[in-house]
């Protein structure tokens, strides 16, 4: 095979679930393909190359316009494109597609996302037509949900439109892609029911099992809790802000000796600010984030906005430390509530005290751990669902023969 895989971001280093889920999708492929990986570079960044990611065939980077300027604003209201399509709408990146399907024939496009769709017109004339998206959550649910947590007028009111805008969008993608990878069941479904006739596969987001593992590693009994994320994406600073605002002084109070580490790159004001809270530590940007897994009581994911699936969530159990997270935090994923993970409402401080509380117990917390491990060992692997990304798309081209 030869893919032309196009991305919205530079994979490396991979610090958030999207560049997660975008590298290791990126390395499996380019065991079984020739892949050209076309992205935008992150800014103030050098572009990637073949020193940084040796597996594919050749590394393109164009580097990231700028985004949510006024004039994308105003068109983003007016036009036909929402403002989340245009903030990646680059000359440079059409000229870098143009000479890309000019040299080589691809077998396969690869979209990560519909941010990247105003490219498929070019790219598709020399595969045939067969664009696949990797859809990283259902970009209009996202923004319907995050529309329904913020209290400006003005932010509600855009949200919905570009909410509706991207739904539009999304119909039309259904219609015309090739194929589509989604993260879960869930998603399947909810896009089959938008389209039935769609080609829709799941390749779930996974975890580096063993990398992430503490193995026979004892600990003395922890007292942090830590919550990690990209710190200026909007559902995880939504979520520290309020963890910390409305439960966190009731978890302080009946466990005083109890520490939160919000650990994750790019900290906003509002998060740096909680680092002046009694108890709360904000990081910023971490080398690694396994050392504070392996020493916290918990890992907490107090979502109520967003969409996709959370490898947070993922990570935490492959190293063997207990999850506390909302519904929607763990939406999309095959847990089983008090088996493999603890569920709280974002708002009950009276849940999440009792859960804290249930920790305490080594064996409860040895058998909720073991579960968990027990399913991303079996479920959640990269290796293993590397295998069946590469596995889907030769057969949907042998499907095309």
């Given at each position: 095979?030869?893919?032309l895989?196009?991305s919205p971001?530079?994979c490396?280093?991979?610090?958030?679930?999207?560049?997660?889920?975008?590298f290791?999708?990126?390395k499996?492929?380019?065991?079984?393909?020739q892949?050209?990986?076309?992205?935008?570079?992150?800014?103030?960044?050098q572009?990637?190359t073949?020193?940084e990611?040796?597996f594919?065939?050749?590394?393109?980077?164009i580097?990231k316009?700028g985004?949510?300027?006024?004039?994308?604003?105003?068109?983003?209201v007016?036009?036909?494109?929402?403002?989340s399509?245009l903030?990646?709408t680059s000359?440079?990146?059409?000229?870098?597609?143009?000479?890309?399907?000019?040299?080589s024939?691809f077998?396969l496009?690869?979209?990560?996302?519909?941010h990247?769709?105003?490219y498929?017109?070019?790219?598709?004339?020399?595969?045939?037509?067969r664009?696949?998206?990797?859809?990283?959550?259902?970009?209009?649910?996202?923004?319907?949900?995050y529309g329904?947590t913020?209290?400006?007028?003005?932010r509600?009111?855009?949200?919905?439109?570009?909410?509706?805008k991207?739904?539009?969008l999304?119909r039309?993608?259904l219609?015309?892609?090739?194929?589509?990878?989604?993260c879960?069941?869930r998603?399947?479904?909810?896009?089959?029911r938008?389209?039935?006739s769609?080609?829709?596969?799941?390749v779930?987001?996974?975890?580096?099992?063993?990398?992430?593992?503490?193995g026979?590693?004892?600990l003395?009994?922890?007292?942090?809790?830590?919550?990690?994320?990209?710190?200026?994406?909007?559902?995880?600073?939504?979520?520290a802000?309020?963890?910390?605002?409305?439960?966190?002084p009731?978890?302080?109070e009946?466990?005083?000796?109890?520490?939160?580490?919000?650990?994750?790159?790019?900290?906003?004001?509002?998060?740096?600010e909680?680092?002046?809270?009694d108890?709360?530590?904000?990081?910023?940007?971490?080398a690694?984030?396994?050392?504070y897994?392996r020493?916290?009581?918990?890992a907490?994911?107090?979502?109520?906005?967003?969409?996709g699936?959370?490898?947070?969530?993922?990570?935490a159990?492959?190293?063997?430390?207990?999850?506390?997270?909302?519904p929607?935090?763990?939406?999309?994923?095959?847990?089983?509530?008090?088996e493999?993970?603890?569920?709280a409402d974002?708002d009950?401080?009276?849940?999440?005290?009792r859960?804290m509380?249930?920790?305490?117990s080594?064996?409860?917390?040895?058998?909720?751990?073991g579960?968990?491990?027990?399913?991303?060992r079996?479920r959640?692997d990269?290796?293993?669902?590397?295998?069946?990304?590469?596995?889907?798309?030769?057969d949907?081209?042998?499907?095309?023969?």
């Open positions: 095979m030869r893919i895989f196009l971001r530079q490396w280093p991979p610090r958030s679930g999207a560049k997660l889920r975008e290791h999708f990126l499996a492929l380019a065991q079984e393909a892949v050209t990986y076309l992205h935008f570079t992150d800014p103030g960044s572009p990637l073949l020193e990611l040796p594919c065939n050749e590394v393109v980077g580097p316009p985004a949510y300027g006024l004039a994308k604003l105003i068109r983003g007016v036009g036909r494109w929402p403002v399509v903030n990646y000359a440079p990146m059409s000229a870098a597609v143009d000479r890309a399907v000019s040299g024939v077998d496009i690869h979209l990560d996302s519909i990247m769709m105003r498929r017109a070019t790219s598709a004339k020399k595969a045939g037509g664009i696949v998206y990797n859809w990283h959550n259902i970009e209009s649910e996202a923004m319907r949900r329904a913020v209290t400006s007028r003005p509600r009111w855009y949200a919905r439109l570009t909410a509706s991207l739904a539009g999304e039309e993608t219609k015309t892609g090739f194929g589509h990878v989604v879960s069941e998603e399947k479904e909810e896009l089959n938008i389209a039935p769609a080609r829709v596969a799941v779930e987001n996974g975890v580096d099992v063993e990398s992430f593992s503490r026979s590693e004892v003395l009994p922890a007292q942090k809790v830590i919550f990690v994320g990209l710190m200026d994406y909007y559902p995880n600073i939504e979520a802000t309020s963890f910390t605002n409305r439960i966190w009731a978890l302080r009946r466990f005083p000796g109890l520490t939160l580490w919000i650990v994750g790159a790019n900290p906003v004001p509002a998060v740096v909680l680092g002046n809270l108890g709360v530590t904000v990081t910023g940007t971490v690694d984030v396994r050392p897994y020493d916290a009581a918990a907490i994911v107090p979502l109520r906005t967003g969409g699936t959370r490898l947070k969530i993922l990570e159990m492959a190293a063997g430390v207990p999850v506390i997270s909302s929607l935090g763990c939406e999309g994923l095959a847990v089983t509530p008090s493999d993970i603890l569920l974002p009950d401080a009276s849940a999440w005290v859960h509380a249930r920790l305490s080594a064996a409860e917390r040895t058998k909720l751990t579960a968990a491990l027990q399913l991303v079996s959640y990269w290796q293993i669902l590397g295998r069946r990304l590469c596995n889907t798309y030769k949907w081209l042998k499907s095309d023969v």
